[in-house]
């Protein structure tokens, strides 16, 4: 299958090119016809999936399809639930309308509206936006609905999660009623379905991956390990497997800070980034991450949402979520555009239902062992190269790529011991 088989134009076809892209991804495939063709899509795809391009680029067609009205009004406009996310897809639309007479923009709260509203004047076809800053604009008269032809909600569950419920119901007030509408989302509660229900028109279901499944390319790892033993682990195991890009989650912007202060201390670069932090320092920290500046980037779940760093090779978990969807979102950001991951989580006592939340969630039983001296109870090791006798046998881990050791992402040094560690892993 080919971009140009998808019914895709000739200066998108380009512009692909120039990205580097050679096939489409699944739920391009799905998505790119049924949107050409006008009609409403409800697609279940968490980010990763290549979903951005998905409806970028036959809605990119679509506009472009008519000639510009003199006075651009907002044509598309995208609803998205975070500044980074809205960022991000702004980047994709630039660059995917390079070759076209295409103008776009953002507007997300948290920094000056000055900037934005002297864009928004001169006129644009697409808008992408974040629900807050976008009814502030409307309220005073700077943004005007009544011309748009697509919607699009990206991450709409997350956006109800962050309660932007009502704001997305004002938004579909304000909106002709003769629109095209797409919605994507990695999960689908009960909420989204009614969401769904409510303004999608006989919609077209696409589906990238099957609902509340984690991606084949992940290599999933459960250690169990003492809750106070966890910043030690996580700063051993980053050293000694020389890890060079690892994002983080912790379940607490206070944790987030706490954990990033320790790794520098130890020596690690690492930012964190959540809700507390201003805007400037949450754009510097993912730039210095994707530019490799920062060695560890430690989130929470809601500032982590729909950050795109291609080929990330390790996600850690250093507490579970209690939401067990959140799970499916953390470790989606690892094992992506075909590149193996590795998906590591830290599990002390008292996370052990969340566990088994996210297994049943999952209908798979994770692979799941210890590390030889950070187990409940047992104090860590002054130095990693201390042997202590072993009283159990390393075991092949049940996870198919046999990634068991964390030591290194392309080991496959299965359950056994790390050359410079004292530690082991094993399946429980
Ligand atoms: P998304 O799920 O939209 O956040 O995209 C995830 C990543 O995959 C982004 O870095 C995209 O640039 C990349 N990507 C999207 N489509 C393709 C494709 N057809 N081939 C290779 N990479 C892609």
Redesign the pocket.
């Known amino acids: 299958m080919s ?1 140009k088989s998808l019914g895709l134009s000739d200066p998108l076809l380009k512009a ?1 090119e120039k ?7 699944p ?2 495939e799905k998505c790119i016809p049924v949107v050409l063709q006008g009609k409403d899509v409800l697609a279940s ?10 409806f970028t680029l036959p809605l990119l067609q679509i506009l472009s399809g008519v000639q510009t009205p003199q006075k651009r009004p907002i044509r598309a406009l995208v609803l998205t639930p975070t500044r980074e996310l809205a960022a ?1 897809i702004l980047e ?1 639309v630039k660059e995917y309308s390079t070759f076209l007479k295409i103008k776009s923009t953002v507007i997300f709260g948290g920094v000056k509206q000055g900037p934005q509203v002297n864009t928004l004047r001169s006129g644009v076809d697409v808008l992408i936006a974040t629900p807050g800053r976008l009814l502030d604009l409307i309220d005073q008269g700077y943004i005007s609905l009544k011309d748009v032809e697509i919607l699009v909600l990206d991450e709409a569950d997350r956006m109800l999660d962050m309660g932007f419920l009502r704001d997305i119901k004002k938004v579909l007030a304000l909106v002709p009623d003769k629109r095209q509408n797409l919605l994507f989302s990695a999960t689908f509660s009960k909420d989204i379905k009614k969401l769904a229900g409510g303004f999608l028109n006989n919609p077209v279901l696409v589906e990238a991956t099957p609902e509340n499944t984690t991606a084949e390319k992940v290599n999933q790892q459960i250690y169990h390990v003492d809750k106070v033993k966890k910043r030690a682990i996580i700063i051993q195991m980053i050293k000694e497997g020389d890890w060079q890009q690892v994002l983080v989650f912790t379940r607490t912007k206070h944790g987030a800070n706490k954990l990033c202060e320790k790794m520098v201390s130890a020596g690690i670069t690492a930012a964190a980034i959540h809700g507390n932090k201003t805007q400037g320092a949450r754009t510097k920290a993912l730039a210095g991450f994707k530019a490799g500046t920062i060695r560890v980037l430690v989130a929470t779940d809601i500032a982590a949402r ?1 950050i ?3 080929l990330l090779p390790h996600v850690v978990n250093f507490e579970l979520p209690n939401v067990p969807e959140d799970y499916v979102h953390r470790i989606g950001r690892t094992g ?3 590149a193996n991951g590795i998906a590591i989580s830290l599990v002390s006592h008292d996370e052990v239902a969340y566990l088994k939340d996210i297994e049943k969630l999952l209908k798979q039983k994770l692979p799941s062992g210890y590390i030889e001296g950070f187990e409940q109870g047992e104090a860590p090791k002054e130095d990693p190269n201390d042997k202590k006798p072993q009283n159990h046998s390393p075991r092949k881990p049940r996870n198919k790529s046999g990634g068991s050791n964390w030591g290194k992402a392309k080991s496959n040094n299965s359950g056994g011991r790390n050359n410079n560690s004292n530690r082991r892993t094993t399946n429980k």
């Not at 990205?19 to 991804?25: D, E, M, Q, R, V």
């Not at 795809?45 to 998905?54: I, S």
């Open positions: 971009f692909i990205k580097g892209y050679t096939t489409p991804s739920i391009q795809a968490q980010t990763g999936t290549g979903k951005t391009a998905g991000q994709n729909g795109d760093i291609p992506r555009a075909g």
